[in-house]
DNA sequence: ATTTGTACCATACATTTGTATGGTATTTTT
DNA sequence: AAAAATACCATACAAATGTATGGTACAAAT
């Protein structure tokens, strides 16, 4: 059924989602045919038609601005729920500030929820600026694990050490030095646990 | 200028509301006259209008479903994320599960996040089965707060107060049996303070 | 008593939008 | 080499959609 999309056809899918879930309004053919420089709403709507025969789409005739985005099985649309530095506190816990598609080979835990990564200081951990991570805050925080910690009011994404007294955040970057908090500290938390990363590639290049 | 709203104008708000948001499709102004029994468009219309006066929407000429929900002070759309259990431990963090919107008063912290309370357990507190409760992860945890807590992979919403060696999750509801955890067990954590609950009346009707 | 605001209708019209058909050119598959 | 798929165009048409105007009825405010 869900054959492989040609490059257009995946030019026009995407640009219909981002519209419809960033902009806010499914774009007419008209619009979409202006979009990619065609001369005729005709073409698109032969796309369309691709679309749908390969299930991707879902449409119902006469509706203008009618295009149902089909659940992808090896695809998954999910909330961004705030951000995370990567290098100095950041700002977490925004509401949704975004959306992204994920393979559905990633296999989101239930309870897990997604963060977007700002800065580079876990660069040699392969995580990078703009990536989104997956976290989870249920699972038992151990040793050398890369967490989401919250330092008064502000997050941090970093690897998790603890000795007798102490707790330490660490970059792997070396060019951010480490977070020492003392135990006793109760305006520090661990939300949670990064258990996976998301690196949209065709996203990346725009940025 | 953000003048209140009459009956009828509240209902096509409401209504476009739900379609933007829930079915994913704007409605058009005939769809609107259908829903409302009205039989001309221009009633809509006129609605429609008044609306963008009041500044509840806004619209560009020509373009077909195109009505776009200007944020309101006085409304805010919110994401609820996730289901916990005030009586005995359910899920949690989900991902978003509903939409909820709140009276502006309520002003969320930009830090808090939103989860639907399910059981009984707090009933003495107020807080009722499918109410929604407002939970700040970063604020430092006193003594008889109302807390979202974590223990093993379920969450539950009671009140908290520590003592040297134990913390004790007590349910207002005396049907349930206090939660006594030990300091040291690692696979426990508050997730965050419950800071408001919102209700909404009308939906409630219906559960 | 008059004005103003709200709530609707009918009708007419212009645009937008989706649909259908037939055509050309290029690439890919058989 | 022939057939099929892909990618586009022009054109025509019908339906959906938004817009404009003028009208009626009623309640509330002045």
Known sequence: ????????????????????????RTPSLAEIAEKFGFKSRATVQQHLHALEKKNYIKREV???????????????QEPIIGEVAAGSPLVVYSNVIDMVELPGVVKLPKESFLLRVRGDSLRDANIFNGDVVIVNPNLVIQDGHIVIAILE??????????????????????????????????KFRVVGVVIGIYRNLELKKRR
Chains 1, 2 share one sequence.
């Open 1 to 24: 059924m869900a054959k492989e999309l040609t490059k257009i056809q995946k030019a026009i899918y995407d640009f219909i989602m981002y519209q419809k879930f960033r902009v806010g």
């Open 62 to 76: 006469g509706l203008s601005r009618n295009i149902e985005i089909i659940k992808r099985d090896t695809l998954i």
């Open 153 to 186: 009011d502000s997050a941090v994404v970093k690897r998790f050490y603890r000795n007798e007294d102490a707790i330490e955040l660490v970059s792997e970057n070396p060019e951010y030095e480490p977070i020492i908090v003392r135990r006793d500290n109760n």
